[in-house]
C-alpha cells in the first residue's frame, strides 16, 4: 500500500507552491486523449469483436433467448467443450451468485455482437479453479463484483487465455490472475475498480503476460476517496506476481496509478507500452524486486495527484514513475539482478522519477502498510525483532531496499506551460526520511537517507532532459540544480540538460 510519511527538516523557498489553481486543467482535453500512432495496435476498445459467426466445427451452441443457458451447458459438457455464444445479450439469470463456472480446458468464444451480460445482478461471469480455460471475442459487463474482487476468472485459475474481450462497466475488476494468463488484446475499460487484479491469495502467480490491450477509464468508484490511503485502484494492481511480461498496452485515463505493482512483485518486463493521461503515476513499483522497464512513451500523467500536492503545500516528489523501497536483488532468481529504467520517453508528466525509501517500513514495523508481510529475502517477519533485528544480517534483510537502480538513456520532456505548473511539476527524487519509528526500530537517524543516496548503487546517467528540472536529495529540503546535481551527487554523469524546447 502506498505511504507517504512526513519527512522532517527546513523546506527550501524553491519548495513554495507556484502552480495554477487546479480549475483550469487538471485532466487534458479530448483531442489530446485521442489515440497516437504508436498506441494503434492497441487502441482496441472501439473495434468489432472477431468471433467467428457460425458455430466452429464441435462447438456447442448457447442461445441468447434462452436464461441461463451458457451456465446450463457448461455444467452439462465435458471439460474441454467449446461453446459458441450466438449473438445477441447473454443473461446468467436473476440471483447473485448465478455465475459461469468452467471445466478444464473448456473455450468460450462469441459471434460479433455477443454479450454477457450481468444486468447489475449477477456478481460474477467466469469462477472456478479449473485450468487452460480460453475465453474470445466477448463483451462482459455489468457485473457487480465485490471490493477487490473480478468479474472473469474471479478464482484465479491458472493457464486462462482471455482474448480479444471487451470487459466494461463492471464493479470491482474486469480480471483476476492465475499463473500462466495470457491477457491479450482486450478491451478493460471503465471498471469500478481495476481493469485487472492481479493478487492470488496464496502467491503462486508466475508466467503473466499482460500484451496489446486497451486499460482505459478504471476505477470509476473512485476507490481512492472512498478508502483514503487504500492504494486500491487504477489500470492494473499486481501483487505478489513472480514473472510478468507487460507489453504493447495503451494505458490510458484511469483515476488512480496506471501500472502498480505492490508487495514483493519480481522479474517484471515492462516494454513498449504508452501510458498516458493518467490521474495518478504511470508506474509503481513498490516493496518489490528485478525489473526491467524500457521503450515505454510515458506522457501527461499524475497531473491530478501532482496538483493535489501542491495546492495543500505537501513537498514529496511525487512522480510518474514511482519506485518505493524496491530494486535489484541477485538473491531473488530472475531475468535481471537490477532495476533498470532505460530507454523510456517521459513527456510533459508531473514530474520524473522518484526512488524513495521509507526508513520506517520494515517488516514487524507498525509502519509497514504490507501487514504480516516481510521480504523475500527473510520472509519470516516474527525474526525482525530486537534483539535480532539489530545485527546482520537480519539489520540488511529485514528492510525493502531501493538499491541497484540504473536510469539511463531515457528522454525526459517538460512544458510547464502544458502541465501548467512552474516549479514542483520538474523534479527528479533520490531519499527517504529520517527514522524515527518505532522506538526499538535499528533505522533511526539518517542510516536509510545515507544508504539510498551514498551506498545502495542508485544511479542516473546517459539522459537527456528539456525543460527546467530540479533533482531532490537525501530529503525534500536538499534542492539541487543540474551543476549540484552531477557534480556533489555524482549523478547523471554523460547526460545532457537543455532548458527550453
Known amino acids: 500500500m502506498k505511504i507517504r510519511w512526513a519527512l522532517l527538516g527546513v523546506l527550501s523557498p524553491l519548495l513554495l507552491v507556484a502552480c495554477s489553481p487546479s480549475t483550469t486543467q487538471d485532466k487534458p482535453s479530448a483531442a489530446a486523449a485521442a489515440a497516437p500512432a504508436s498506441a494503434s495496435t492497441a487502441a482496441v476498445c472501439d473495434k468489432e469483436r472477431a468471433g467467428p459467426a457460425a458455430a466452429p466445427a464441435g462447438a456447442v451452441a448457447v442461445d441468447p433467448n434462452v436464461v441461463g443457458d451458457l451456465i446450463a451447458k ?15 445479450t447473454h443473461r446468467l439469470g436473476s440471483g447473485n451468485y448465478d455465475q459461469v ?31 487452460n480455460v480460453r475465453i474470445q471475442h466477448l463483451t462482459v459487463q455489468d457485473f457487480d463484483a465485490p471490493h477487490d474482487e473480478g468479474v472473469v ?31 491479450i488484446g482486450n478491451c478493460l475499460r471503465e471498471n469500478g475498480q481495476y481493469g485487472m487484479n492481479a493478487y492470488k491469495g496464496d502467491g503462486t502467480i508466475t508466467g503473466l503476460v499482460v500484451q496489446g490491450n486497451e486499460i482505459a477509464g478504471n476505477n470509476t468508484d473512485d476507490w481512492e476517496t472512498k478508502s483514503p490511503g487504500c492504494g486500491c485502484s487504477g489500470g492494473i494492481k499486481f501483487w505478489a506476481v513472480n514473472g510478468a511480461d507487460v507489453r504493447g498496452n495503451w494505458v490510458h485515463d ?15 518486463l515492462i516494454e513498449g507500452n504508452v501510458i498516458e493521461n493518467n490521474d495518478s503515476a504511470a508506474i509503481e513499483y513498490e516493496t518489490s524486486y528485478n525489473a526491467t522497464i524500457r521503450d515505454n512513451t510515458i506522457r501527461r500523467n499524475n497531473w491530478v495527484d501532482g496538483r493535489k500536492y501542491a495546492d495543500r503545500g505537501d513537498s514529496f516528489p511525487i512522480a510518474t514513475i514511482y519506485i518505493s523501497e524496491s530494486g535489484g536483488e541477485p538473491r531473488v532468481p530472475a531475468r535481471t539482478a537490477s532495476l533498470d529504467i532505460e530507454g523510456n520517453v ?11 525509501e521509507n526508513a520506517d517500513r520494515f517488516c514487524n514495523s507498525p509502519a509497514n502498510t504490507s501487514s504480516g508481510t516481510c521480504t523475500l529475502v527473510q520472509p519470516d517477519a516474527a525474526k525482525c525483532a530486537q534483539p535480532g533485528i539489530a545485527t546482520e544480517p537480519l539489520y540488511s534483510d529485514c528492510r525493502w531496499k531501493t538499491k541497484n537502480v540504473d536510469i539511463h538513456d531515457n528522454r525526459f520532456e517538460l512544458d510547464p506551460a502544458v502541465v501548467n505548473c512552474q516549479v514542483t511539476c520538474g523534479r527528479m527524487a533520490l531519499l527517504s526520511n529520517y527514522g524515527t519509528y518505532p522506538d526499538w526500530s ?12 551514498s551506498n545502495q548503487h542508485n544511479q542516473w546517467h546517459d539522459n537527456t532532459y528539456s525543460g527546467p528540472w530540479t533533482f531532490v536529495s537525501s530529503d525534500t529540503s536538499q534542492i539541487l540544480d543540474s551543476f549540484q546535481w552531477q557534480g556533489a551527487q555524482q549523478q547523471d554523469q554523460g547526460s545532457t540538460f537543455t532548458k527550453g524546447g
Do not use: C
Request: glycine share 14%.
Open 153 to 183: 476468472n474471479h478464482d484465479s485459475g491458472d493457464g486462462w487465455v482471455i482474448e480479444d474481450n471487451t470487459v466494461q462497466h463492471n464493479s470491482g475488476a474486469a480480471l483476476m490472475a492465475g499463473a500462466r494468463q495470457q491477457v
Open 74 to 88: 457448461t455444467k452439462a459438457g465435458p471439460a474441454g467443450t467449446t461453446f459458441w455464444l450466438a449473438p445477441g
Open 101 to 131: 463456472m468452467p471445466k478444464d480446458g473448456d473455450v468460450y468464444v462469441g459471434a460479433p455482437g455477443a454479450i454477457v451480460d450481468g444486468g447489475h445482478v449477477n456478481q460474477y461471469a467466469f469462477t472456478g479453479h479449473a485450468q
Open 442 to 453: 535499528p533505522y533511526q537517524g539518517d542510516v536509510v537517507q545515507e544508504a539510498i543516496t
Open 254 to 268: 484511469n483515476r488512480g496509478v496506471a501500472l502498480w505493482a505492490d508487495t514483493n512483485n519480481n522479474d517484471f
Open 346 to 356: 517521459l513527456q510533459d508528466n508531473w514530474s520524473g522519477i522518484t526512488l524513495w
